[in-house]
């Protein structure tokens, strides 16, 4: 298989896995099970989005797409962005209920944002 195809499965796999390991520790806050911060999901969804970036910078080597010149991958990073805070809100324990139900949409909403920019990759 070619470092593109092996960088795009392990992007995408990854970019999946990130949402998915995102909502399942927002349910576990919600259905009053903290106690995921004790355990492996405490590091494992670090560890997949470590991966998740690296693969990223790996696809900017072996494809032509260039951010600060191709929009849809520069709007993608500064959602990146968004992402990150606003998943750092929601998780928060110390936060209120609003602020952090807030933030959990914010950053759910970011992230199909870049899931639509990705698949998409519109041209702007
Ligand atoms: C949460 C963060 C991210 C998610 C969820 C995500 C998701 C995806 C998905 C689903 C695709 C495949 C789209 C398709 O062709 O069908 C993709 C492609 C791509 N991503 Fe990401 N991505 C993320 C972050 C990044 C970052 C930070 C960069 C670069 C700085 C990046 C660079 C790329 C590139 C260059 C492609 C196109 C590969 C190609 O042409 O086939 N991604 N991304």
């Known amino acids: 298989m070619s470092a593109y195809l092996i960088l795009k499965h392990l992007h995408v796999t990854t970019a999946f896995l990130t949402v998915v390991l995102f909502a399942l520790r927002l349910l576990l806050d919600a259905v009053g099970r903290p106690g995921w911060r004790q355990t492996p999901l405490r590091w494992i969804p670090h560890a997949n989005d470590t991966v998740l970036l690296a693969a990223a910078i790996g696809l900017l080597f072996v494809t032509p ?42 950053a759910l909403v970011q992230v199909t944002a870049i899931f639509h920019l990705a698949i998409n990759k519109p041209v702007f």
């Not at 951010?67 to 990073?77: C, E, Q, Y």
Request: glycine content about 8%; overall charge positive; charged content about 10%.
């Open 65 to 106: 797409w260039m951010p600060f010149v191709d929009g849809w991958l520069t709007a993608k990073i500064f959602l990146l962005v968004g992402y990150i805070i606003a998943g750092l809100f929601a998780l928060r324990t110390t936060l209120t209920t609003p602020v952090r139900i807030t933030a959990a949409v914010l």
